[in-house]
């Protein structure tokens, strides 16, 4: 799950980092308030879950409190578009109306789970506001690193060590040392997937400040941090992968116009990859659960279906447990319960009870294709998306 | 020959009492699979699966702890099936019990859980398989887990993998093929888990029956790159390779919360080079792993 900024800095406050003075607004008028208060000069930000706000002009620095307002009122409500959020951009609903620092340098930090380690990771560098892909494929060795033992958090010394390596010292660098502690605390309190702070500053007085912040959650901890999951903004997210959420569906939006519905995850992402080797787009992924009830069927394919840039759709499931014959007679049920599906519905079924499976479809009164193998049901999706219908 | 699974395996089903528990435990017992004992804290002293249409088999005794249904029944494997909160603690319960094996089938996990859960397991003879997966089946002798046994055939193909539907097709072609399978283990969807691609390979390794290997991997970490970095040193027997998506977009979880390509890293492309370069059959097509794997054999 993901946070806005603002959210992120108020856990991290919370847990002892520093960050610039400021608050959160969805009104002009407050925003010159705000600003007011600041001292009369101020940075206004967009809030909205995707990252490059600053590139797509969501960031911007006003000088006095008329034009914090005139700012606030341009960006409030704009669509705005970057480089994560795709073509069609995100409204922008809040602001958050910061003061404005003087910037001595900029750094990179952020906390994250190392797979390979088990262990969560500290990383840091110096070139604060890039990417840090671009960091990592450059000059990987620009990258510090500390492993976080999950029950003592990051050592005192691994900060130290942390903030010589960014090559600070002094006063300033105690200060983040003790910033990098507080991180880690926050990250591992919250069952966070990722803390990040891009950038990092440090000001000509030498405080260490948060000026950005990312956080990203654990979905499967949620249920014990009920303080994080009222944070969530439904607003930011797909209205398909909400709906889709309702009903315990693993429903991720695509740009294609092949939907696909399929059991088990894995199997779900080779339907995709399986697709587009045929020249097809998928327009989602879906899993419906390892053993496709009729009800998560049914649930599914409205779904599906409600998605108008869909011209075809492909059900591939695998019956091991759950019968072949039985799912067939779910995916029959579904659509006769819905009724008037007009889409070419290509169904592909494997497994236990398989000829009585394809048995089921092809009597039923909707008119299925029914492919053999997933290569043939591959083929047969795409040629009827071509078709634009049956 | 077969790795980790076999007729001697006596085993433990955390979690019977509930309804996949049960469910699942009957149908491991039904393969031919010794279920000696479940577990459920509360329950003791209870039994399960004596109802009819059990066969005459009896029920499967149920007590309070992995500790006592040890000292009880002598069972050197487990299968977990208790729910997210919890599983972590059933896990450690019965790695500190001294079991070998231990299955953990649940799904969701939280990730710091499964932290504590690798680190206490470090210590402890356990070997853990998990969590978030369909388990481990050696075909005609026993199977621990929710695969359906009967899309299986005893034979010489190892089978390695982080999915479980994605698995069973795997399966199902090569068994169509006439290739029968020596073990296959599902090591889970999940960012931290027991039991890597390396552990099951240097197993495959060790057995000589094993003739060849079916490796089907997913996006996210950089597991599968290792574990072809180990193939090309180690092992020179047929190794097959899949990765599940290719067409996966960057920053979003794929069901499995371990299939996830993040910061540029853990993609498919990545790991289909790696796997190339260390002398695999890598296939772009999941339709294509079992032919592949009959044309490598005869190859």
Same mark, same amino acid.
């Given at each position: 799950m993901k946070i806005h900024e603002y959210q992120a800095k108020e856990i991290l406050r919370s847990h002892g980092v520093a960050t610039p003075r400021g608050r959160v607004t969805d009104d002009p008028e407050e925003a010159a308030r705000i600003c007011a208060e600041l001292g009369g000069r101020c940075v206004v930000k967009a809030q909205i879950h995707a990252g490059g706000r600053g590139k797509g002009g969501g960031v911007k620095l006003a000088g006095s409190p008329a034009e914090a307002r005139e700012t606030a009122g341009r960006i409030l409500g704009m669509r705005l578009v970057t480089p994560q959020t795709g073509p069609e951009g995100q409204v922008v609903r809040r602001l958050l109306i910061e003061e404005a620092l003087d910037i001595a340098r900029e750094l990179y930090v952020s906390v994250t789970l190392d797979r390979q380690a088990g262990k969560p990771i500290v990383m840091a560098s110096t070139a604060g506001g890039m990417e840090i892909e671009e960091v990592a494929a450059r000059d990987p060795g620009a990258i510090l690193r500390q492993e976080v033992e999950p029950l003592l958090g990051l050592l005192p010394f691994q900060g130290r060590t942390l903030a010589r390596g960014l090559g600070l010292g002094g006063a300033t660098a105690g200060k983040a040392a003790k910033l990098l502690s507080a991180?880690?605390?926050?990250?591992l309190a919250t069952d966070a997937s990722l803390v990040e702070i891009n950038p990092l500053l440090v000001t000509g007085g030498g405080d260490v400040l948060a000026l950005d912040a990312k956080m990203t959650f654990d979905d499967n901890a949620l249920f014990r941090r009920p303080e994080v999951l009222a944070m969530r903004d439904l607003a930011e997210e797909n209205p398909m992968e909400v709906e889709a959420g309702k009903y315990s569906l693993n429903y991720i939006k695509l740009d294609g116009n092949i939907a696909c519905m399929v059991n088990g995850a894995g199997l779900a992402m080779a339907t995709m990859d399986i697709i587009k080797l045929y020249g097809g787009e998928p327009a989602n992924f879906l899993d419906v659960g390892g053993g496709a009830s009729q009800e998560a069927v049914k649930n599914a394919f409205r779904l599906l279906v409600s998605d108008p840039g869909v011209r075809a759709v492909l059900i591939n499931i695998f019956g091991g447990i759950a019968r072949t014959d039985r799912i067939a007679r779910g995916v029959v049920g579904a659509i006769e319960e819905l009724g008037n599906v007009t889409l070419p519905v290509v169904v592909r079924l494997e497994g236990t009870n398989v000829e009585q499976g394809r048995e089921v479809l092809r009597q039923a009164p909707f008119h299925f294709i029914v492919a053999e193998q997933m290569a043939d049901a591959a083929e047969k999706v795409v040629a009827a998306a071509r078709g634009g219908g049956r | 020959m077969a790795i980790w699974v076999n007729g001697d395996t006596r085993l433990v089903v955390q979690g019977i009492t509930g309804k996949e528990g049960t469910f699942h435990a009957l149908a491991c017992r039904e393969y031919g699979t010794r279920v000696v004992a479940g577990v459920t804290p509360g329950k003791g002293g209870t039994t =399960?699966?004596?109802?009819e249409g059990t066969e005459g088999k009896?029920?499967?005794? @149920?007590?309070?702890?992995v500790a006592e249904a040890r000292a009880?029944?002598?069972?050197?494997?487990?299968?977990?099936f208790v729910p997210p909160p919890f599983a972590g603690d059933a896990i450690m319960e019965s790695a500190a019990a001294g079991i070998e094996l231990t299955v953990c089938i649940t799904e969701g996990i939280p990730v710091s859980d499964m932290l504590r859960v690798k680190a206490f397991v470090a210590d402890h003879p356990t070997r853990l398989i998990g969590p978030n997966c369909p388990g481990v089946i050696s075909p005609g002798m026993a199977k621990i887990g929710i695969m359906p046994g009967h899309i299986h055939r005893p034979g010489g193909v190892g089978v390695i993998s982080r999915s479980g539907?994605?698995?069973?097709?795997? =399966?199902?072609?090569?068994?169509?093929?006439?290739l029968g399978q020596?073990?296959? @283990?599902?090591i889970g969807g999940d960012p931290i888990n027991g039991t890597n691609f390396i552990d099951v390979l240097q197993a495959f390794a060790a057995d000589p029956e094993t003739v060849g290997i079916v490796m089907i991997g997913e996006i996210g970490g950089s597991a599968e790159e290792a574990a072809a970095a180990w193939i090309a040193a180690n092992y020179d027997r047929p190794v097959v390779g899949f990765i599940a998506g290719r067409t996966a977009p960057p920053g979003r979880r794929m069901?499995?919360?371990?299939?996830i390509v993040a910061g540029g890293r853990g993609t498919a492309a990545e790991k289909m080079a790696a796997m190339r370069a260390a002398g695999l059959h890598v296939v772009e097509s999941p339709a294509k792993l079992g032919e592949t794997m009959a044309r490598a054999l005869n190859g």
């Open positions: 991180l880690a605390a926050a990250y | =399960v699966g004596n109802a009896g029920g499967i005794p @149920v007590y309070d702890s009880a029944t002598g069972c050197n494997a487990s299968m977990i539907t994605l698995t069973y097709e795997a =399966v199902w072609q090569l068994t169509n093929l006439g020596s073990t296959c @283990v599902g069901g499995h919360a371990g299939a």
